[in-house]
Nanobody, 116 residues
Framework: VQLVESGGGLVQPGGSLRLSCATS????????MRWVRQAPGKEREWVAR?????????QYSDSVKGRFAVSRDYRSNTVYLQMNNLKPEDTAVYYC?????????WGQGTQVTVSS
């Protein structure tokens, strides 16, 4: 299983970023995909997840609801996180994760910094 995140960077408050997570090594269409973030000195925080069905059912944490949108592309086996109206408190390393047979797999993460 491989998960490779990209798209992070430095953005001003109110700006947008789109994170990507390229996946391989498992049946992409068979599992929930999740985004989790970790800010310096803080616990990991679940951000969003998307169900493995054609309807693309999604769920979000209260801290990002209405600003972030998760999606997945079954042709490229990629999951995305569109982040709008970013705030300084969104600064963190963002990871995509998948649970397969009771084991969590993680990418290497991508840094998002929101600062003026």
């Amino acid at each position: 299983v491989q998960l490779v995140e990209s798209g992070g960077g430095l953005v001003q408050p109110g700006g947008s970023l789109r994170l990507s997570c390229a996946t391989s090594g498992f049946v992409f269409g068979g599992y929930y995909m999740r985004w989790v973030r970790q800010a310096p000195g803080k616990e990991r925080e679940w951000v969003a997840r998307i169900k493995a069905d054609g309807a693309g059912v999604t769920q979000y944490s209260d801290s990002v609801k209405g600003r972030f949108a998760v999606s997945r592309d079954y042709r490229s086996n990629t999951v995305y996180l569109q982040m709008n109206n970013l705030k300084p408190e969104d600064t963190a390393v963002y990871y995509c994760t998948v649970e397969i047979a009771g084991r969590d797999y993680w990418g290497q993460g991508t840094q998002v910094t929101v600062s003026s």
